[in-house]
Structures are given as structure tokens and as C-alpha cells.
């Protein structure tokens, strides 16, 4: 009997991931201007952005049913470990939990746990490539998930938003105040908090300076680096992504870099531009 590391959608998994049968991606559905769009294998990036640009409504995502994760749940292995978008983001947590509870209805010897990321994106990618190294040393279900929860509280996320239109549309952003800021070309340098929420660290006048300050907050506060994997996301922006890694490897060590571009639902946070880092 093996194991399974099932990541939500939000996870941008690697090329070496998607083809590592180890991992099972748990597509969440997109709302896009009225149409849904499924985060899997199908999913068109470029036309999602041309969307969303041209729509006047936020878009929407709906995690995967507590139905999809139980079937997951009872695909033939004896151990499973769950990686999901944060809880205070998505309510894709809650439902892996009712899928596990409604999978154990049918076989009470599954072992499961659930993680709350307290991330997203690139940070849930970091997370499932952890428990696959523990499982890889040999280490037991139970040491799995406890070395792997303290790793989730060592984790930092940080992102910076080259495009304010999700925030305005969702009303985090007045009308007034999103004018203002793309006018002076002002950009957000956010973090998530400990508890997963989402916050905003500082702020800069135009993307390149707002990147620097979000290297300078990576800089700071992130202890022990060379043990930890440098992981960057990218929304329709490679170019940019090679140059914050680069600028970022100027002054720290780290153990490894891992590049990706968004799938769906980080497209979607991230919009047009927007670079999401995990380390």
C-alpha cells in the first residue's frame, strides 16, 4: 500500500509534479463574466486574463465538493495527505474535511490529514514537495505530519500585484482609491499573516520598486535560507520571475529555485503581471 499527496488547484504544481503519480491535483471551478472555467489540464491562461480584463464583475472560484475529495479519498491507497488553499481564503479545506470524514465512513482504517496551507499557490507547491521528502526518508504517517505542520509555520509567502482589477472588483479597493493608485502607478506589496490571512506589508510607486521592497521583506525576515527551496510564481510574466530570483540570489543562498506559472486559481489572485514568492 502507498500514499497520495492531493493538492487543490490553487497548488501550481511542476512539470515533474504533474507527471509523479504520487500527486493528484483536485481541480477548484472558476466563475469568469459568467462562464466556468475548470482549473485542470484545460485551463487557458491567456484567454482567462482577456476575460477577466474585459468583464466589469469580479471573478469567483468554487472549490471542489466534498463528494470529489472522498472519491479521491478511496482510490486504493492506505495513506493520504491533503494540501489545500488557506482556510481564510477558500472553503476548500472544510470540504477536504468532509470528504475525509464521509471516506472513513467506508473505510475507518484510511489515514488522512488534511493541511491548512495558510498559503496558496506556489506556497501549497512547496508544501506537498515536503511531505513527499519525508515520506521518501522513511518517515511514518504520523512523523510526516508532524515535521510537515512545523514546516508550514516556517513558511513565508509574499506577492506583489502589477494589475489592481481583482482587488477593485471584489471591494477591497474603492473605485477612488483604485484610480489613485493605478494613476500614480502605486503597487502593493502583501504577505500572508501566520493564520493564512492576507495582508498588505507596504506599498511602492511603480512594479519594479515594489518588487525590490518585496525582496527586502524576503531578506529580513527569512531565517536559514540555504535549507529552504526559493519557489516563484508567475502570471504571464517568465521574463519578470527570472529577475526577482536573480535579484533575490544576489543576496541570499538558498538549498533550490523552482519557477511556475499560475494555473487558475492563482491567476486569478495574481492577475496580469503578478509574481508570488514561497520560502
Known amino acids: 500500500m502507498g500514499f497520495k499527496i492531493v493538492v487543490d488547484s490553487c497548488g501550481d ?33 491567456k484567454a482567462c486574463l482577456k ?3 474585459a468583464s466589469p464583475e469580479c471573478p469567483k472560484s468554487s472549490c471542489p465538493s466534498p463528494q470529489r475529495y472522498m472519491e479521491t479519498f478511496l482510490s486504493g491507497e492506505d495513506r493520504y495527505y491533503v494540501v489545500t488553499l488557506s482556510e481564510q481564503l477558500s472553503g476548500s479545506y472544510n470540504s477536504a474535511r468532509l470528504g475525509m470524514e464521509m471516506a472513513k465512513e467506508e473505510n475507518p482504517d484510511l489515514k488522512i490529514h488534511i493541511f491548512n496551507s495558510r498559503s496558496a499557490s506556489i506556497g501549497e507547491t512547496l508544501i506537498a514537495t515536503h511531505i513527499r521528502e519525508c515520506e521518501e526518508k522513511g518517515f511514518d504517517f504520523e512523523k510526516t505530519v508532524k515535521d510537515t505542520e512545523r514546516y508550514i509555520k516556517g513558511q513565508n509567502t509574499f506577492f506583489v500585484l502589477e494589475n489592481l482589477d481583482v ?31 492576507i495582508c498588505q506589508l507596504s506599498q511602492a510607486r511603480g512594479i519594479n520598486k515594489a518588487l525590490m521592497k518585496m525582496i527586502d521583506f524576503i ?20 521574463e519578470r520571475a527570472q529577475q526577482v530570483k536573480e535579484a533575490i540570489l544576489k543576496r541570499i543562498k538558498v538549498k533550490d529555485v523552482v519557477l511556475v506559472n499560475t494555473g487558475g486559481v492563482s491567476t486569478m489572485y495574481a492577475n496580469d503581471g503578478g509574481i508570488i514568492v514561497a520560502i
Not at 531578506?219 to 517568465?238: F, G, P
Open 219 to 238: 531578506v529580513d525576515q527569512v531565517k536559514d535560507s540555504e535549507h529552504r527551496t526559493l519557489a516563484i510564481a508567475y502570471c504571464n510574466c517568465k
Open 51 to 53: 476575460k477577466m480584463d
Open 167 to 197: 482587488l477593485r472588483k471584489n471591494g477591497r479597493l474603492s473605485n477612488l482609491k483604485s484610480f489613485v493608485a493605478s494613476a500614480l502607478k502605486i503597487r502593493p506589496i502583501m504577505g500572508a499573516t501566520k493564520d493564512g490571512s
Open 13 to 45: 504544481l511542476t512539470e515533474e509534479m504533474k507527471k509523479d503519480d504520487r500527486f493528484i491535483s483536485v481541480p477548484l471551478t472558476l466563475v469568469v463574466d459568467g462562464e466556468e472555467m475548470v482549473d485542470d489540464e484545460s485551463f487557458d491562461q
